[in-house]
């Protein structure tokens, strides 16, 4: 069993940068693939990135360049640095694991976290 907990949402201002952790217990983070998704109001939840258990990440087209996902090992833990956030941006974000990349982008997980909240004025 895997235990995930997301922290680093808040309010930021357009332009801003934020950090999210996604940090695991149970088991380590380096036998999964994780990733983030995330969850505009009243909208589907939507794949973000995804970082491999060979730590190869990819990421959605369309917010490439601006979200990095990373991972550190030792802490067992997952990153998402948001830089130059937009408004748009709102949403809970989810860390999610799958025992592997391709279940994973597909949306076969098994394990969520909680979500956090990131709010982007603008």
């Known amino acids: 069993q895997v235990q995930l907990v997301e922290s680093g949402g808040g309010l930021v201002q357009a332009g801003g940068s934020l950090r999210l952790s996604c940090v695991g217990s149970g088991r380590s983070l380096s036998d999964y693939a994780v990733g983030w998704f995330r969850q505009a109001p009243g909208k589907d939840r939507i794949f973000v990135a995804v970082i491999s258990r060979h730590n190869i990440s990819t990421h959605i087209d369309s917010l490439k360049g601006r979200f990095t996902i990373s991972r550190d090992s030792a802490k067992n833990t997952v990153f998402l640095q948001i830089n130059s956030l937009k408004p748009g941006d709102t949403a809970v974000y989810y860390c999610?694991?799958?025992?592997?990349?391709?279940?994973?982008?597909?949306?076969?997980?098994?394990?969520w976290g909680q979500g956090t909240q990131v709010t982007v004025s603008s």
């Open positions: 999610a694991a799958a025992r592997s990349f391709s279940l994973l982008h597909s949306g076969q997980i098994e394990y």
